[in-house]
DNA sequence: TTAATAGTGTCTCTAAGACATTATTTT
DNA sequence: AAAATAATGTCTTAGAGACACTATTAA
C-alpha cells in the first residue's frame, strides 16, 4: 500500500504527533458502605486511575480493556468516552492526549490484586496526579444522569431483583436517597415482573423483576 | 529539559503515535430559512466539515479556532468537544484520530469564501466522508439538547431581544414548531426586561429583554 | 402477636397545555 | 376601524409528592 503523501511531500508521520493515551475511571458500588466507588492503581509514590498508551492501529475501546484486564481483572465492559484532555503541559513525560473514560461494573466482578489496586469511596480521594479528578467527577455526573431515568442501565445487578434491591442501587449511584413513590414510577414501565416473589425475607415478599421493558 | 525514559529505555517517541485531527460542526440559523446549517468545506471531490491536523504543543480548541479563521473567517468560538474517533480505517491517508467539535456562531459573523465555503441546511446535507454525517447529527443534538431549557446559551441573538424573536430562533435550533405557553414559562426565569419596547412593529410592542438572569 | 416490608389507594399541589380576554400598536 | 401581536388570566388535566392503609411474611 502506498503511503500518502501531502502537497509538500511529506507523509502524514514527518510531522509531530501527541502520544495519545486513555484513562479510565472504572466504577462499581461499594457493598459494605452502599456508596460509589472508583478503582484506583498504585504508582511509585501514590495513585491513579488505570491507563495506558494507545497502540498502533488499537480502537480506545480496546485499549481501555486492555488496560483494565491488567489491573483489575475485569472484561467484557463497555467503556464510554467522556472527553479528551490536551493540555501540553499536562503531563511531565512529554506531549500526551488522554482520552478519558467510564464504566460500571458489578462489585462481584471486580478481581483486584491487593498490591496494584484499590477501589476508594469517590467522596474519599485524595488528590490524583494528570487531572484525575476531574475525570472522576465527570464519570460520576455521568454515572447518575444514566441512572436517574432508567433502571439500572450498566447492569450492575443481577436480575430477578426486586423494586427495593434496585432502589438501594439507584441510591448508592445516586449518592443521596431517593423517594419511594417516585422511584416506583419511574422505573416500572421499564420492568417486567417475572411472576415471582423473594423468599426469606422480613415482610410482604417482594415481586421479582427482570430489567425487559414491559411493552 | 530531560527526555523521559521508561523502563525499556525508549522515549514517548520510539513508540508509533496517532496523527490527531480536529473536525468542527459549525452551526448557524439561515436567515431565510429560518433552520439550522452547517458550515462545509470543498475538496477536490466534493464537501466536508472543516479540519486540521494538530500542531505542535496545540490545544485542541486552538487547533479548531485556527482551521475556522481560514476557511470561515471567524474568530471568537468557544468550541465544545463532542466524540474521539477513532476507527484506524477510517482514514485512507493513515492512522488518524478525529476529535469532532462543535459550536454555534451567528449569521451575521460568518464571512465565506464562496470558492471555498458555504453552508447547508442540516436537513439537506448529502453523504460526506469520514464520517462527517454522523458528527452533525451529534452536534446538531447537542446544540439542541442545550437550547432545551434555556434562552439561547450560544449567544446567538443580540440582546436586547423580544420573546418572539427568542421563540423564533428556538424553534429555529429545534427544527420545529414549540409552544408559546410554555416557552414563555421556561425562558422568562432566566431573562430580565429592559423596561423598553420593540418600535416599529405591528401590534402591541413587545417587551425587550437580556439574557441576564432575573435573580 | 409484633415488627418489617410490599403493594395499593388517594389527597393535595403544582405545572403543562390549551384557550380566552384585554391591551396597544400599525395599516 | 381592522388586523396584528403582546400580555395576562384561567380552566382542565396529568404528574409529583406525601401519606395512609392493607397484605403478608419472619421473628
Chains 1, 2 share one sequence.
Not at 21 to 48: F, N, Q, S, Y
Not at 99 to 112: E, F, K, Q
Amino acid at each position: 500500500m502506498p503511503v500518502y503523501r501531502d502537497s509538500s511531500g511529506r507523509s502524514l508521520t514527518d510531522y509531530p504527533r501527541p502520544s495519545v493515551a486513555v484513562d479510565t475511571a472504572v466504577l462499581a458500588v461499594i457493598p459494605d458502605k452502599e456508596t460509589l466507588g472508583v478503582l484506583l492503581v498504585r504508582t511509585g509514590d501514590g495513585w491513579r486511575l488505570p491507563g495506558t498508551f494507545l497502540h498502533e492501529g488499537e480502537r480506545l475501546a480496546d485499549a481501555v480493556l486492555r488496560s483494565l484486564r491488567v489491573k483489575a481483572g475485569v472484561s467484557g465492559l463497555a467503556p464510554t468516552q467522556l472527553h479528551v484532555f490536551d493540555d501540553p503541559s499536562r503531563d511531565d513525560r512529554g506531549w500526551v492526549l488522554s482520552v478519558a473514560h467510564v464504566d460500571a461494573v458489578p462489585w462481584s466482578r471486580l478481581t483486584i490484586d491487593e498490591s496494584l489496586a484499590r477501589v476508594t469511596s469517590v467522596t474519599e480521594v485524595r488528590e490524583l496526579p494528570y487531572g484525575h479528578n476531574q475525570i472522576i467527577d465527570l464519570a460520576v455526573g455521568s454515572l447518575r444522569e444514566r441512572y436517574r431515568a432508567s433502571p439500572d442501565p450498566a447492569h450492575l445487578l443481577e436480575p430477578p431483583f426486586t423494586l427495593r434491591q434496585l432502589q438501594q442501587l439507584h441510591e448508592a449511584v445516586a449518592g443521596e436517597p431517593l423517594m419511594r413513590d417516585t422511584f416506583r414510577r419511574t422505573m416500572e414501565p421499564e420492568l417486567s415482573p417475572i411472576g415471582e416473589f423473594a423468599i426469606g425475607t422480613v415482610g410482604k415478599p417482594a415481586r421479582l423483576f427482570t430489567r425487559e421493558p414491559t411493552r
